[in-house]
C-alpha cells in the first residue's frame, strides 16, 4: 500500500522523531512511504485565529503536495482533523472544492490508519512501563476517533496501562489560545498536569505533539518526572 | 442590568475569576455532577444521538417559520383570554409592563426565574415605577438580597457558599439558624410563601411556547413558577421569540432534551403549561395574562450562519462541560449568558465592541459542540466571530494580522517553508539551555509563562528523510 | 384580547429571512427519527407500574400499590403518617367512583377536610394555603419519569398539589403510560378535535426541590416536602 506522510510542521521542525517512528512504523507494517516534500503546514494556526484567507493559502499549498497521493498519513488527530475540514472550507469554491474532497477523504491519523484502514491492533511491539494515555480533543471529537489508540496500547507488550482521570478534558493548548489566554490556558494545562499525576504513570501518550508539550512542558515546569511520548513512539518500540 | 454585566476589562475579569478559589472549588464540583448526571441519562436512553438529531430538526423547522409559529401562538393565546404585545427592543418590552403595572397600581411583583427578564434589565425598570420586585427561585433570591449577578443560566448561584448565603440572609433578612441548606431552604420557603401570597403581579420567563394552543410551559424544580402563575390574579409572561414550538408533541422532545441535557433528570418536578387567562369558575390562575414576546437583537440572527444559535434551549451542557468556564466561573464573561454558548450569542445580541474577546475565550476543544442537545456548532462559530472580528470588524490584534500575513507567505511556498525550518533551531539557540526554552522571545513568551518549550530537533524531519533516501540509492 | 404590533415584528422577521411572510400552508416536516416512541415500547401495565415505582426512589417519592377495596385504608394510613390534619382534595368525579365521596365525609371527624369548590373562590386558595396535605388523582402517569399529569380545572384546583406541605397522588392503573411522549400526543389529539387544553396542564414528578446552594440537593422548597403515589388495580 502506498502512503504518503503528512509530518505536520511541528513534528518536522521540533519534534522530528516522531516522523520516524512513523515512517519505520509504516514501513514495518508493509506500506511503501513517500513523503512529499512540497508539504507545509495544514492552515490550522491562521484558520482557528480567524484569518480564513491566510489559511487558505496554506491549505491550496497541501491540497497541491498531495494530489496525487493514494493515502495521507499524519501521526496528529489535529493536523488530520484540519485537513477533513477542508470540504466545509472550500464548499462552492469552483477551482478548489473538488481538491478538498478529494484530500479529506483520503486523509487518516495514524493509529486510525492502522486499525481501520490496515486493520492491525498488535503491531508486535514492546514497551516497559506504566502508561497513561491523553485523547486529544480534535482527535476525539472532530475525526471521532475513541478506540483506536487504545486498542493499540492494550496490545503493546509490557504495558501498564492507566486510565487517566477526566480525560476527555482539554489540555489548554488550543493553538494561538496558549499564547493569547495565557492565564486560562495555564489553569488548564495545571490541571491536566495534576491528573496526569495522579495516575502514576511514568509516560504521558498521545497521538497530538501540541498536546504533549503543552502537558509536558507543564511537568517539567513543576519539576515532574514524566516523559512524555508520541504514540508511535511506544508502537515502534521493541525492548 | 443588561446583557453587559461588567465595566471592567476582560483580563481583569479573568484574572478575578482565576483567583476565586471557593468558586473554582464550587463550579468544578457542579460541571463534575451535571456532567456525569447528563452522560447517565444518555447512556440510559441508549440512542441519545437520534434524540438529538430530533431535537436539531424541530428547532431548524420551527425558526425557519418563526414568523408563522409566532402568529398561530399570538392567535391562540388571545383566544384564550391574554394579551399578546410584540416587543422589538428591551426598552418597548419594558415599558409595556411597566404600563401594566402602573394600571394596576402593582406594588408588589413576583417573579420566577427568567434569563431574558435579566437581559432585558425588567428588574430596574419595574422599580422605576416604584414596584417591589421579589425574585423567588432560592439562587436568584439569594443573589437579589446579596446584590450579586448570576455566574450560571441553570444555577444562577452556583458561585456562592452556604456560609455567604447564611450571611447573607443574616443581614437581610434577621435569618438565626446555621448553614444546612435544607434550614436555609426552609427559611426561604417561608419568607417566599407570605411574599406569594402578598403580589399583585407574577412574572415569569417562558421555557417553551406551544403555538397550536397557546400554552407557555415552565420547567422547573422549586415550584416558584407553579407559585407565581397560582396565586397573583395578573400575569406577565416574557419569552424570547425563539423559544416557541409547532405543537405538544415537540414540546415532549424538548423539555425530554431540556431535563437531561441540564441537570441529568428524566423530567424536572414542574413541567407546568399555562394557556391564557383562568376558565370561569376556577378559583387559582390569572384573571389578567400578557405574554410579552422579546426581540431584543434575535432577528438580527435570523437568515445569517449563525442562525442555529437561536436554537438553544439553554440547559446549560455546554457551560457544564467547558473547562474554560470551570477556570474563570461565569462573571469573567461579562455577559448574562456566559460560557461557549454565551461566547457566541453576546456578541451576536449586543456586538462586537464590548464583547470581541469571548469567542477567544475558547481553547475549540469542541467539549461543548458534542454535547448540545439541539447540535449547535459552537466551536465552529467561535471560529467564525474570529473571522468576523479580523475581516469585518476588523479588530484584530495588529501583531498578530502581520504574523498571519507572514504564515500565509510561508505555507504556501515549500522553499520559505523549508528555509526557516532550517533555522528555526538556531535562532532560538539563545533561548535555549539543556534542549529547553524557560523564557521565550516574542509569542512564545506567553507559552513560557507557564510552561517549558523544547528547542527545535537538532535534524529536521524532512532533512533526515532526505539523507535516508539518498543513503538507500547509494 | 389585544395583539400589539404583530405585524411589524412579523414582518421583519420574514424579511431576515429573506422570504415574504408566511400566514398558512407550513406543515411540521415528518422527522427523520423518532427515538421517543422507542421508550418502554413493549412493556406491559404491570412493567410499567414496575418502572415507575423504581423511579420513585429516584425522585424521593413514597409508592404504595392497593386496590379499590383497600384504598381508603392506604390513603388514610398515608395521611395520618404525613401527621395530616388538613386536608384539601379535588372534587372530582372519580371521587365517587373510587369511594373516595365516602371516606372524605366520614373523615369529617378526624380530619379538617375541603374539597375544593368553585363556589368558594379565592376561598380555596386559603385554604390550600393551611392546608397539610393535599389529594388528587393523576390524569395521565409517566412511569419513566415517575410523573402524575394534572389537568387542572374548577374542580381541580392548581393550588392543590402545591401549596399543602405533603401531596398524595392516586393514580389509577389504567393511566399509565409509557412517557410523556403520550400525554402530548393525547394533548395535541385533543386540540386538533376541538377540545380546549385546560387552562393548566401541571406535570408533577414527585416533591420539590433545588441544588441551589453549593449543588446539595433540598427536597421540599416552595411546593411540597412529601409526595406519595398510590396506585390503584383498576
Known amino acids: 500500500m502506498k502512503v504518503s506522510l503528512f509530518i505536520t510542521c511541528m513534528c518536522d521542525i521540533i519534534t522530528s522523531n516522531v516522523g520516524k517512528d512513523t515512517v519505520e512504523l509504516l514501513e514495518r507494517l508493509g506500506c511503501e512511504v513517500d513523503f512529499p516534500d512540497a508539504q507545509t503546514c495544514c492552515g490550522q494556526p491562521a484558520f482557528t485565529s480567524g484569518y480564513l484567507e491566510e489559511s487558505k493559502k496554506a491549505m491550496k499549498q497541501m491540497m497541491r503536495a498531495f494530489k496525487d497521493s493514494e493515502f495521507v498519513v499524519g501521526p496528529s488527530g489535529s493536523c488530520v482533523g484540519m485537513l477533513r475540514e477542508y470540504p466545509k472550507i472550500f464548499a462552492g469554491d469552483p477551482e478548489w472544492e473538488k481538491e478538498a474532497n478529494n484530500l479529506a477523504a483520503k486523509s487518516y491519523e495514524i493509529t486510525q490508519f492502522l486499525v481501520d484502514v490496515l486493520g492491525v491492533t498488535d503491531i508486535g511491539s514492546t514497551f516497559k512501563g506504566k502508561v497513561t494515555y491523553h485523547p486529544s480533543c480534535h482527535m476525539t471529537r472532530i475525526l471521532g476517533i475513541r478506540d483506536a489508540p487504545y486498542t493499540l496500547l492494550k496490545h503493546v507488550q509490557g504495558v501498564d496501562l492507566i486510565e487517566l482521570p477526566i480525560k476527555e478534558d482539554c489540555c489548554g493548548f488550543g493553538g494561538t489560545f496558549a499564547v493569547k489566554n495565557s492565564v486560562i490556558s495555564g489553569e488548564m494545562v495545571k490541571e491536566k498536569s495534576l491528573h496526569v499525576s495522579e495516575t502514576g504513570a511514568e509516560y504521558l501518550v498521545g497521538g497530538d505533539m501540541a498536546c504533549l508539550l503543552n502537558i509536558g512542558g507543564r511537568m517539567t515546569r513543576e519539576g515532574k518526572n514524566v516523559k512524555i511520548a508520541h504514540i508511535t513512539e511506544i508502537l515502534n518500540h521493541h525492548q | 442590568m443588561s446583557i453587559k454585566i461588567s465595566n471592567a476589562p476582560y483580563n481583569e475579569r479573568v484574572q478575578e475569576g482565576v483567583k476565586n478559589d471557593f468558586m473554582r472549588k464550587a463550579v468544578a464540583s457542579a460541571q463534575g455532577r451535571f456532567r456525569s448526571g447528563r452522560q447517565k441519562q444518555a447512556d440510559e436512553l441508549g440512542n441519545w444521538e437520534d434524540w438529538r438529531t430530533l431535537g436539531e430538526e424541530i428547532r431548524t423547522h420551527t425558526l425557519r417559520n418563526i414568523d408563522y409559529y409566532l402568529e398561530i401562538l399570538s392567535e391562540n393565546v388571545s383566544k384564550r383570554g391574554g394579551n399578546v404585545f410584540f416587543a422589538k427592543t428591551a426598552e418597548e418590552a419594558n415599558e409595556y409592563i411597566q404600563h401594566i403595572i402602573k394600571k394596576k397600581n402593582a406594588k408588589k411583583v413576583v417573579k420566577s426565574k427568567s434569563m431574558v427578564t435579566e437581559e432585558i434589565g425588567l428588574n430596574d425598570a419595574l422599580a422605576e415605577v416604584g414596584a417591589e420586585v421579589v425574585e423567588s427561585d432560592l439562587g436568584e433570591w439569594i443573589l437579589q438580597l446579596d446584590e450579586d449577578l448570576p455566574s450560571h443560566i441553570v444555577t444562577p448561584a452556583l458561585h456562592k457558599n452556604k456560609e455567604q448565603v447564611r450571611e447573607t440572609f443574616a443581614v437581610k433578612k434577621g435569618y438565626e439558624q446555621s448553614d444546612k441548606p435544607e434550614e436555609l431552604a426552609s427559611f426561604a420557603r417561608q419568607q417566599l410563601r407570605q411574599e406569594f401570597l402578598a403580589a399583585d403581579v407574577g412574572i415569569t420567563g417562558c421555557n417553551f411556547a406551544v403555538a397550536e394552543s397557546g400554552a407557555v410551559t415552565f420547567v422547573t424544580n422549586e415550584g416558584n413558577a407553579r407559585m407565581v402563575t397560582t396565586i397573583p390574579d395578573t400575569q406577565i409572561s416574557v419569552m424570547g421569540m425563539e423559544r416557541i414550538v409547532p405543537t405538544w408533541e415537540e414540546l415532549d422532545i424538548l423539555v425530554s432534551l431540556l431535563t437531561r441535557a441540564a441537570v441529568g433528570q428524566k423530567l424536572t418536578s414542574y413541567i407546568t403549561s399555562i394557556t391564557g387567562t383562568r376558565l370561569e369558575g376556577e378559583s387559582d390562575g390569572p384573571e389578567e395574562y400578557h405574554l410579552v414576546i422579546v426581540d431584543n437583537g434575535r432577528s438580527k440572527i435570523l437568515g445569517t450562519e449563525f442562525q442555529s444559535a437561536l436554537h438553544c434551549i439553554r440547559c446549560a451542557a455546554c457551560i457544564n462541560v467547558c473547562p474554560v468556564y470551570r477556570h474563570v466561573g461565569g462573571h469573567a464573561y461579562g455577559s448574562i449568558y456566559p460560557g461557549p454558548i454565551g461566547a457566541v450569542i453576546t456578541p451576536l445580541l449586543d456586538g462586537y465592541e464590548d464583547h470581541k474577546e469571548l469567542p477567544y475565550a475558547s481553547s475549540l476543544c469542541g467539549a461543548c459542540t458534542e454535547v448540545c442537545p439541539v447540535k449547535i456548532p459552537l466551536h465552529e462559530q467561535l471560529i467564525r466571530h474570529r473571522q468576523i472580528i479580523v475581516e469585518r470588524e476588523n479588530k484584530g490584534n495588529k501583531m498578530e494580522k502581520l504574523a498571519m500575513k507572514g504564515f500565509a507567505k510561508w505555507a504556501s511556498s515549500p522553499a520559505a517553508y523549508k528555509l526557516s525550518a532550517a533555522a528555526a533551531r538556531p535562532a532560538l539557540q539563545p533561548w535555549s539551555k539543556n534542549e529547553m526554552i524557560k523564557s521565550g522571545p516574542g509569542p512564545l513568551k506567553g507559552w513560557t509563562i507557564n510552561r517549558d518549550f523544547p528547542a527545535p530537533a537538532k535534524q529536521t524531519f524532512r532533512s533526515w528523510y532526505k539523507n535516508r533516501q539518498k543513503g538507500r540509492e547509494v | ?234
Open chain 3, 1 to 234: 384580547m389585544a395583539i400589539q404590533n404583530r405585524d411589524s415584528f412579523l414582518d421583519s422577521l420574514a424579511a431576515n429571512l429573506g422570504r415574504p411572510r408566511r400566514t398558512q400552508g407550513i406543515e411540521r416536516p415528518k422527522w427523520s427519527v423518532s427515538p421517543q416512541f422507542e421508550v418502554l415500547n413493549q412493556a406491559s401495565k404491570d412493567e410499567l407500574i414496575d418502572v415507575l415505582k423504581k423511579q420513585c426512589e429516584v425522585i424521593h417519592t413514597d409508592f404504595k400499590r392497593t386496590d379499590r377495596t383497600d384504598l381508603v385504608k392506604v390513603l388514610r394510613e398515608t395521611i395520618e403518617g404525613y401527621n395530616g390534619k388538613v386536608i384539601v382534595a379535588s372534587s372530582d368525579s372519580r371521587n365517587e367512583e373510587y369511594g373516595l365521596d365516602n371516606f372524605y365525609k366520614s373523615a369529617a371527624e378526624d380530619f379538617d377536610v375541603h374539597l375544593w369548590d368553585e363556589t368558594m373562590w379565592k376561598e380555596n386558595q386559603v385554604f390550600a394555603e393551611r392546608a397539610d396535605v393535599g389529594i388528587t388523582f393523576s390524569d395521565i402517569t409517566l412511569a419513566e419519569s415517575g410523573t402524575v399529569t394534572l389537568f387542572n380545572n374548577k374542580y381541580n384546583g392548581r393550588s392543590i398539589s402545591l401549596m399543602p406541605r405533603t401531596y398524595i397522588a392516586i393514580i389509577p392503573k389504567h393511566t399509565i403510560v409509557p412517557r410523556m411522549t403520550q400525554a402530548t400526543r393525547q394533548l395535541h389529539e385533543a386540540h386538533i378535535s376541538g377540545n380546549a387544553v385546560s387552562s393548566c396542564v401541571s406535570f408533577v414528578t414527585g416533591p420539590s426541590n433545588s441544588a441551589d446552594i453549593e449543588m446539595n440537593l433540598i427536597v421540599g422548597v416552595h411546593g411540597p416536602v412529601e409526595v406519595t403515589y398510590i396506585v390503584v388495580d383498576d
